[in-house]
């Protein structure tokens, strides 16, 4: 059975979400740099920098929830690269999905939607930050056609390990 998904805009009432899914993937040293968890009032400013017509930060929830409060199933953000002008047509995607939804399709639906949106908010390039170890990510961005373009060697230290960053991009334009 395949489930459907949506997304719909985040709202401030979801950040304290946000900031637990984000909070449950830091234990693994697979998905961020974090070594701490955050708090709902440090990623404020973050979560303000998400505008809906150039960078929007997405809630994904089962389609068909009806009832008066969906379960969030996770996160996507479009974020701005390196922060000049010259870079506005491209962006960086974050995932973070719940514990109980990954590997059960929302990262294939966050990306298929990432990549059909993309020219709506004027971006043509997209990018995914991932660790060099953290294979389910890289197999889902590869599965949709983004290629390695650039491997940082040894640029994380998580706990005394030092990790590659793989930076995977694709056009779609």
């Not at 973070?96 to 709506?120: N, S």
């Not at 590659?164 to 056009?171: A, P, Q, S, T, V």
Request: aromatic content about 10%; some cysteine.
């Amino acid at each position: 059975m395949t489930t459907a998904f949506r997304h719909r805009l985040a709202t401030l009432d979801d950040l304290p979400t946000i900031v637990a899914i984000y909070n449950t993937t830091i234990a693994s040293r697979e998905v961020t740099a974090d070594t701490e968890p955050v708090s709902v009032e440090s990623r404020l400013g973050w979560f303000h920098e998400h505008t809906p017509e150039k960078r929007p930060l997405w809630i994904i929830e089962q389609a068909g929830d009806t009832s008066g409060k969906p379960e969030i199933l996770g996160w996507m953000s479009y974020s701005n690269f390196y922060g000049r002008p010259a870079y506005s047509g491209t962006s960086e995607i974050s995932i973070y999905l719940a514990e109980a939804w990954r590997g059960k399709g929302v990262g294939g639906y966050c990306i298929t939607q990432a990549i059909a949106h993309a020219p709506a908010i004027k971006v043509h390039t997209l990018l995914g930050f991932i660790f060099g170890h953290n294979k389910p990510s890289l197999g889902l961005f590869a599965k949709f056609g983004f290629e390695t373009w650039a491997n940082l060697p040894k640029v994380a230290n998580l706990d005394g390990v030092e990790r590659d960053l793989i930076i995977l991009g694709k056009r779609v334009d």
